[in-house]
């Protein structure tokens, strides 16, 4: 399929996030008036809570839009999705013979606040890149122990915290946490000094379960992806993970891109999971390709500085889909909800340009890179950092938009309460 062309020009330029082919599902504001659902194209956000309310959108079960976040659409499943979409192509086509009672619903993007799209029911992180886990394992451990036992045989992931998920522009502040150097008799409390990102992407749950599903089952119910930054504070980390993994060192913030990209938008973009050492057990098989092919990049900008580009990978060098991950988190009959957010975990290429962590970049420090006007082992105090993904198709692209945050310093006292 190439591009689907549409009446809204900017829609239709070359490298746009937004062509009609993506119709990306957010939430946004405008000055004086309260959050509500939209949909981006090209330079413009669609206000499809007003086209419902109208009735240039009807879709069985309806309303689903009248509330500001996605949950209830996702939560009527597969067909209403796809009823969805094909209304909006209809509206917005070129020739569309309603263009003329839809285009006052078009906002411009500049003029618009994006909101989180939805709200975050739970939040799961995975550890499920191959390289990333083989770069970590082996600054801890050595090349020869670089892999835990399970790790070829199941998805690790950990709970996180739902309350952490904020949207693209939200600032971050540097945490404070319990630390303890190899040098120290006893653990000291103060700023992470190795605050970090990791370059993710997360799949957005639509359909709720009540008991272990299929593969294929759990990627029916995944209803879309959003670039996902799980910032973590790595000397917080080396000090508390053990035994149960990490806790506060991921606690701070996990950054999301303001628009879900539905999956039924990357379908052209599908790929398989890389070729394993070791045959996964029946019920996480895969039956057909459950990645996808898009291109990713990680910008980091301080403070008055110029922009530069640390990393480049793909979301294909996964060794676990997002369903797998899903499909193993219902293994012990764990109920899954509309609204469930999954972290792939750290998504890192063979090279070293295509790592997804300054941890990995700088292996541990230890060899600090080069960015414009300086260099950088960690994020400092008024970096911003900004993931983009983009997969290429037939003459058109599909973007998620910018997922970025600045660190904000650390407080002075973060117990002084005024």
Known sequence: MGLIRSWVESANRDGCDFPLNNLPC???STAGEDPRCGVAIGDFVLDVAALEEEGLVTLPGAPYLDVPFWNDLMEAGPEVWAALRTRLTELL????KDRTEVEPHLVPMAKAELHLPFLVSEYTDFYAGKNHAMNVGTMMRGAENALPPNWLHIPIGYNGRASSVVVSGTPVRRPWGQ???PDHAVPAFQPSRRFDIELEMGAVVGMSSQGPVTVAEADAMIFGYVLLNDWSARDIQGWEYQPLGPFQSKATATTISPWI???????PFRTSTPARELPLLPHLQEPGPML??????????PEGGHETIIARTNYAEMYYSAAQQLAHHTTSGCP???GDLLGSGTISGPTKESRGSLLELSWGGKEPIAIAGGSRSFVEDGDTLTLRGQCKGDGYAIGFGDC????LPALKDPYQRS
Not at 292 to 301: A, C, M, Q
Not at 404 to 407: A, I, K, Q
């Open 26 to 28: 957010g939430v946004f």
């Open 93 to 96: 086509a070129e020739g569309a």
């Open 179 to 181: 630390v303890k150097g």
């Open 261 to 267: 990209v539905m999956k039924a938008a990357l379908e």
């Open 292 to 301: 996808y092919d898009i291109p990713l990049e990680v910008g980091l900008t």
């Open 336 to 338: 899954m909800n509309t």
């Open 404 to 407: 970025t945050g600045t660190l």
